[in-house]
């Protein structure tokens, strides 16, 4: 009876590998989009956009403060807390400003340096509750504020680079850079990690069958951001956002490949290979909007491909050239800067939100 019991333990574990082997060559080059029924005419109209102010609606236009210490070098990244707006400079300054809903300068968030609290090049942000968590590059650690008091809470260390940051619930979701170590010699591995900043664990965006990965943008957090349990991470190489379930550890969806023609000049002949990810946004409400830059007849043009929450090609429209973010609910444009001194700058904001007709 002993053996039997021996016998039928080692069946299940041999059954339990042969399942976790599959699932681990899963073909996920034969995901598709997902259609959710109660979606089809909340996008409906969509599929009909055209020009940017038929899916976006100006909330306010703002100038940043001028006054000395509300003055920035230059601005990467916006983020918001509430009403207050967060502007980033990575490479120029390193600094992190924090600003009103009328564009006054509240307060630095930190500060340049190598001792505690401060920052080199702060060069991935998020805000998770009222925290504010900070990667800095050159560093090599992760700094944690709080955003009621602009206090500074804890910092840990890092082993690798990271070029994206996606953040879910209680999760910090950080994505490694090309090469970052001998674990890490191809661009599809994340770190998960929690506010106290222990590692979780490491997951990947698994190869497809043809061998192909995931290939994510080189540049700082241009194709990885977060949507409900879902990572989005979009391959520089096709084009192709995919969506990775945090809570089922696995690969969920892959958009529609990108028509011959993705902006609204039907004479173009552009194709994919003049097509660049410059950012990857991802809203509340389901939308996402993969940002292009295209290139035709050695002009680049900015362009919005519209996707619904499962991935589904909906349309695409051009914009107007600038810097845009996006926080999850609102899109910002940065305009053009103002030259104050020193070739230091300060920006114009406009705010805007989603077109309520279309999203109900």
Known sequence: MKYKIVALL????????ILSCKQNNEDYSTLKPINYKDDESKYELYKGA?????????VYEISLDTAAKGIMADIYKIA??????????????GNIKRYDKEGKYENDIGKN????????????VGVMYDSLIVYDDMERRVNVYNLNDNSFVRTWGVKNRYNGMAIIKNNIYLHRSLGNTSESKDENVFDSFNPAGDLMYTGNFPPYSNGNLVKLSGVFNLGFVSQGNNILVVCSDDLIINAFDVEKRKMIWRSNELPGRINVDQNSKSKKDNCFVHNLFAFNDGLIVLELLLIENNKGKIVFALYDRGGNY???INVAPGIYYADGKYLYYLSE??????????FGLKKYEIVKKYIQ
């Not at 918001?80 to 300054?93: L, N, P, Q, R, T």
């Not at 800067?337 to 300060?346: L, T, V």
């Open 10 to 17: 080692n069946l299940f574990t041999l059954s339990l590998i």
């Open 50 to 58: 055209k020009e940017f102010k038929d899916v976006f609606n100006e």
């Open 80 to 93: 918001s807390y509430g009403e207050d707006i967060i502007a980033v400079d990575y490479h120029k300054v």
């Open 113 to 124: 340096g190598r001792g505690p609290g401060e920052y080199k090049t702060p060069a991935l």
């Open 314 to 316: 909906l349309s695409s």
């Open 337 to 346: 800067p103002k030259k104050i001194n020193n070739n230091y700058s300060n």
